[in-house]
């Protein structure tokens, strides 16, 4: 006979923290949200912490190169989406580590001889305004001078002129030579008041450029996560269908950290493919793994996948239909929980602490604070970021507002259909487990982000605590009763922004 749990299957608006006890050093700038990402031994550091404990989900309509650089630049990372071809994925992730080094590759360069109206195609194509001007047009010939766009006036100079009337020639330009620090490199730009300092090899070859604005950048973000060559971490989604070919080609790019994109993850699938890439590339790249809502599917994830974080949360993403079409799911707080407490026995066990990743279904801020103080170490999240700008989507104006489409990876549209499909000889879906839809527009990563964080760093010290663990070692959490979450909100009053209450 079947099995029934004695508990309910609950979400996390059924739930409210406690306030403990917060002292004086308890201040949201004394918080640190640093969170490991991979297992490691008990007392000692993950391979690779995230500075803030959120990730995009991977899915097409959320994560590109765009959120990639983005997220990092916050301190978490996005999961490139792995429903496109194994070449498109892995240029997205070259371009995220080749965002920025200090010392960045020039990708905007022209010969002397080339004409204006070239030099401007390339300031177009690459949004760059500062471009190298080498022998023969590439990005490691022997460097001849510099040009910006302020050097020509695109309405009144003669787009016929050859640049080389118009850069600033090489003797003219300062320059640092292979060898120089990234220090002593701002200040060459600093001292000079310059935007940009290339850096040449012995022989007169460009190297490298540095920027003025990636300094200012890296001050303004200082929780940006970088890895030990100082270039963005990046993330992938991988499947279990291609992953011989997939994996290789996305570590070449210089992945840092692949997560398997399943609903349900509870299969010898992916423990052959996480097996395959762990004996392929060791500790390389950091392997994660799900989605599971069981103690059973954790554990299995860990001992015979060996997976590095495991992710919980089937059915609860906004746009999926999976309880609906298949009848499999568990509210998201009680997956979190019985995972949670496993990973606890799990580690105490073994001496061996695997991150959570609650996946999906975090519907406002107070959802992802409670999923954090439940236990989970990040969050990954796919309609909170498919409405910012940095999702790879179109605007779209509706109805006199301005929306951004946003679909399941499990739609038709996005005809993932390794991810769903049972039977693996087929390419054709049988059934849709997501829909597609649209959220509306609400900002950049860093405005959206900024606030969350804001009042998650505030709860923390509600709570008396500093760290990620500390919340979640100090939360107590009630269960809410439907009345006491309508007492929650305002009552007996007309709000003034009531007409806006169906954005919500
Ligand atoms: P949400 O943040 O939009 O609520 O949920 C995002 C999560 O939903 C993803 O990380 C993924 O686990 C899941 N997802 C993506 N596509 C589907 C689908 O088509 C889905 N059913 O469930």
Redesign the pocket.
Known sequence: MAKILDDLSRTFSEYLLIPRLTRKEHLPKNVSLVTPVASHKVGEASRLSLNIPVV????QA?AGTEMGIALARQGGVA?VFCSQSIESQAAMIAKIKSHKAGFVRSDSNVKPSATLQDLLDIMKKTGHSTVAVTEDGSNTGRFMGIITDKDFWEFEDDLNSKVQGYMTPKDKVIHGLVGITLKEANHLLYKHKKEALPVLEADGRLNSLVFKKDYVDHINNPLELLDSRKRLVAAAGINTHDYKERVPALVEAGVDVLSF?S?DGFSEFQKEASLWVKERFGDKVIVGG??VVSAEGFRYLVEEAKLDFV?V??????????REQKGIGRGQASALMEVVEERNRYAREKGVYVPICS?????NDTQIIIAMAMGADFV???????MTDESPTPRVSIKGRIYKP??????NR?R?WQ??VDDQASSRLHF????DGYVPVVGSVNEVLGLTLEKMRASMCNLGSITLAEFTQNAVLTLVSEQSIEEGGTSNIIQVESKFDDDK
């Open positions: 995009s989900a991977s899915m959320v999961f994109d609903s799900g989605n992710k949360g089937i059915g609860g993403g906004s746009i999926c239909i999976t996946d999906g279904g975090l519907a990954m999240m796919g309609r909170y970021f498919a946003y679909w399941g990876e499990g739609s996005a993932n991810r769903y849709e487990e997501g829909v």
